[in-house]
């Protein structure tokens, strides 16, 4: 198949639509984005890529990262995590409290802010340098330097009053092992790491290659743990809308409130998506109808 | 791969194992089957079949036959279904009518107790003799003669008030068209179906073969429906355990209260287990192990 | 003090104003009242007795009957009712479906409908003719000959949906010994009833003077069971609201969708007042703002 | 009526009883507190006056300060406060996220806790010195010297995830005007002040006195105020069981979960009660048992 054709079609039959939705406003470096930015990145594990738009800038992949920060999680404690976040798709909005409480302190996944932020706390219990060692994952992953954005850390800090309550939730249901303000230094971190189309695309690659990193053959996790997280991915990997991408994409992926999306087909290739106006779930308006009709188009989805 | 050995051997390693969990008892018919009744039949597309114990004896499939009525339903009246039901995991257990609250009378997905109500009341709208040409859609799909039970049908009836305050409060949000009593009997009669493992393998081959049915090619569905109507039950198809299935078994499928898990590959095999002791989340205790073990031993998850 | 003017001056304010809200348009015997309708009845257990505007018109007092179902049942079975309905506010509105599952099937009130519900399946429990039993009770409270309105009791059956998935979701529960249509039925013609703000405000003066008929000394329930029922008004009387009333006119009270508001100051006094506009609460817009008017102005309140 | 006697008699009958329930444990201080502790405070506003049991020991009284806090704020703003909390029950514990979720951000009254947050942050944006302040007004409400435990107020504060939750996700809706942090810190001072029975009895007096101290006849509150300000306690001064002990003491209170009770009949007289286990809803189980023994004997309910 002609993928650099079928692409492009795609990107300018998307393109030339009025750009719907909405920024994320509720810090700076989101809200002032241009809005326009639009970008694809296409990558086979057999090597052949295909970048188009704005594919080589770099934006905020926000909620993506938390697939990194799970991944190094599971690699260290394995099945432990169960015990402190579930694998069930959570039905309410992304940050919902009444779900935490319902569910007596335990995430309903690890997709969830709530579930993140455990698994931020697992982080700090099992590593020294939980930050450094944590983007020291991303940048294995992605084959080259990745950072943290600071400013963005920042602004997501002085405004993350939410995030604080369900911290301090998980920590009164005794789900946090370190201090609130500690989980959350990290978590706000790994919201603020930015990476381009390329990058994100090629940083999923041991996702869809079993476990192991294309460049080296290292494994970052097991088969069954790879097979398991995209799993996941499928169930949870777009808050309330995790449905509605299953069933019109049909592939395992992740979304983030920069705009950002990443979907694989395991053992054949991944795609990043990058538009920032949001539809009303949060998920980006552009990046859903991209990956929807290319799943459509070529067939590939995994159902 | 020898499949017979293979699934022997998980056949006996389950069965050596306690029998834990609980019948259904809600009704006389499910709450007095043998127990220990266990039976598996896995059919590839390729004519290959493999029948493990009570493969071949009959038992009542219950929610399992939602996806047979969610399938009629969607051939006839396309994306229009989705004004009326969605296709986003109900995060809550399968009758709830607090989600149906929340929700304002659009149930979460088709096969939540609610949205099969909506889908039989479709049925009603759409078809002659909804009763009958459901039946025969069954029947075509499983290629040989399928009956509704009648004493399960009366039997769901005369204790089934959880399902009769669905039915009132989707007539009271003006989602059903028909007589609250004329859609409940469709209902009742769709949970009442009984078939082997091996009828229920052979019946879901059409979701497997891209919507047509093996044996004379006949589309039942387009392909762009069966890769929605698997992705769908993915995401939905096992009550509030989806997520588990999804992430332990990684194939899209269906359980019901009468202990009956169907499973499916995409273009390789459809796979039914039946024990009758279900799980806390009301899934078939055995089934579910069965399914884990088969596709971590074959590696065959769609992930 | 001169009640007489003090009243005419809180209705002539309150008419003057217009004439907001909404009138309850479910049924259409409640849709066509003529919305500018306005009367007040308040009656001294000394005999004084002052009535205003339409106070001899009769209209629909709807939700107020629950208050004499309840009397009936509380004096045939006594506490025994607290094992099937409880006394606490319920928080959200007055037909929740939510609030009953949250509470596996026990109503939070016996004012809410789904406590009205079980409260009725008592009354066809414990009585030989409960349709005609109920009456004659209300019109030994009424002192006069009161009446079902057959009509109104067949528009609410004929779009009860909501009260039949509450009695259906009750019975599953099993909190209901009777049929669901026949409980229905009692609950439909429960509210139907007919009165005049004076009748209205007669027939509560037993709760007024410690469970005895003024007329005749005649006992309908004991001192503690009337103590405990005006406070169970207080808090349960106003659906969501209340809080509110009990906050701005500080008197127990009863509503109806018809408009109609009951209110009692013990040893004292009863007032009734009808205006068929709601507010969003479903309670009477000017009926409220005469009340708290009354209360203020007056200091008779019981706080 | 002879109270003194009155008052033994329900002392001992109930001193003999089983001392049933559980102590409060989150902070050690409650959790070490003698169980056996009892007494009683009654005080008339023409002087009568009647201890029994331990009436002159200092207890915590934890929430009970929330009607101070809510004096002290109404007494400043006037009925802007009902822009930021309302004047409902809850329905629900007494810490509810959900609730507050339910409610985007405005708590249901200023007696549970997210209620009593924004009344802090309140005092904080209206007074000078809020903490020391506060206290004075407690001191003119008592007539003599009452401090802050500052060893219960940082317990309070080590182990406050839970209202750290709900003050940061007050704080996310906008809610709060302080930061957090200052916000707690009143409000934890303020659940950290102890009095006797016999010291909060008296305190209560304004409240029984139409607003004003009987002391000097300085006003704390408009009688407007006070007398909404007793209807609040009735609705909503239990938590989830203000429905209960309206239903059955038939008084506005306060409980608090150091044991201690408060109730009042307007214009006659104050009565605290303490004994520190608690029922399952958090109120002392003895305190319940002796109003409502108490209103009961002496037909003293409002109702």
Not at 216 to 230: A, C, G, H, M, V
Not at 272 to 295: C, H, I
Request: with cysteine; aromatic share 10%; proline share 3%.
């Amino acid at each position: 198949m002609d993928y650099q054709n079928l692409l492009e079609n795609i990107y300018y039959q998307v393109k030339n639509q009025p750009n719907k939705g909405e920024l994320a406003t509720y810090i700076p470096e989101l809200a002032r984005i241009n809005p326009d930015k639009f970008g694809i990145s296409l990558q086979f594990l057999d090597g052949q890529s295909y970048n188009i738009g704005d594919a080589q800038e770099k934006f905020s992949i926000q909620s993506i990262a938390k697939v990194f920060a799970f991944s190094l999680a599971i690699s260290l404690v394995g099945k432990e995590i169960f015990k402190r976040v579930g694998v069930e798709p959570s039905g309410n909005s992304f940050n919902s409290l009444v779900q935490l409480e319902y569910e007596k302190g335990v995430p309903r996944n690890p997709f969830i802010n709530a579930g993140a932020i455990v698994v931020a706390d697992i982080l700090i219990s099992n590593l020294k340098n939980p930050k450094e060692e944590l983007l020291l994952f991303i940048q294995k992953a992605a084959g080259k330097k990745i950072e943290y954005n600071l400013q963005v850390a920042q602004s997501e800090k002085s405004t993350g009053f939410r995030n604080a309550a369900l911290a301090n939730m998980l920590k009164s249901y005794g789900n946090l092992e370190n201090d609130v303000e500690n989980v959350l230094d990290i978590y706000f971190h790994l919201c603020s790491i930015s990476m381009t189309c390329e990058e994100l695309a090629t940083s999923f690659k041991y996702l869809c290659n079993g476990g192991k990193l294309i460049t080296s053959d290292e494994r970052l996790l097991t088969l069954s743990q790879t097979k398991r997280l995209n799993a996941l991915m499928q169930t949870c990997g777009f808050y309330d809308e995790a449905g509605e991408f299953t069933y019109k994409v049909g592939l395992p992926g992740k979304s983030g409130v920069g705009g950002g999306i990443i979907a694989l087909y395991p053992e054949k290739f991944t795609i990043a998506v990058w538009s920032p106006k949001l539809n009303v779930k949060g998920n980006s308006l552009r990046g859903m109808k991209v990956l929807e009709q290319f799943t459509t188009d070529s067939q590939l989805s995994i159902f």
